[in-house]
Nanobody, 124 residues
Framework: QVQLVESGGGLVQSGGSLRLSCAASGTIFSINVMGWYRQAPGKQRELVATITSGGSTNYADSVKGRFTISRDNAKSTVYLQMNSLKPEDTDVYYC??????????????????WGQGTQVTVSS
């Protein structure tokens, strides 16, 4: 089993900053991608940012220049530093992980895992 524990959400004023953290644990063999998605009520979950095991990053256009994703491989933890927050960044943020586990079957088709979600609210 793989578990994701998120932290760092909360309420902040427009222009402020927050840092999200997500720690992965369990029967992980190799992490491929970690990242963050967000979802508003009634809307589809959308990409915020991802980072590969090699350090390549991908950002949604709406957060480029304001958000920075990073990871600590030794701790199997991914971070999202969010600066210059806007009210439209208000959402539930979900940690994302794609990894192989100690099950050989997952090596060629690593499954995806999701955190429980953390609320980020930006007031105007």
């Amino acid at each position: 089993q793989v578990q994701l524990v998120e932290s760092g959400g909360g309420l902040v004023q427009s222009g402020g900053s927050l840092r999200l953290s997500c720690a992965a644990s369990g029967t992980i063999f190799s992490i491929n991608v970690m990242g963050w998605y967000r979802q508003a009520p009634g809307k589809q979950r959308e990409l915020v940012a991802t980072i590969t095991s090699g350090g390549s990053t991908n950002y949604a256009d709406s957060v480029k220049g304001r958000f920075t994703i990073s990871r600590d491989n030794a701790k199997s933890t991914v971070y999202l530093q969010m600066n210059s927050l806007k009210p439209e960044d208000t959402d539930v943020y979900y940690c994302y992980l794609r990894c192989s586990t100690t099950s050989i079957a997952t090596i060629f088709d690593p499954p995806e895992y999701w955190g429980q979600g953390t609320q980020v609210t930006v007031s105007s």
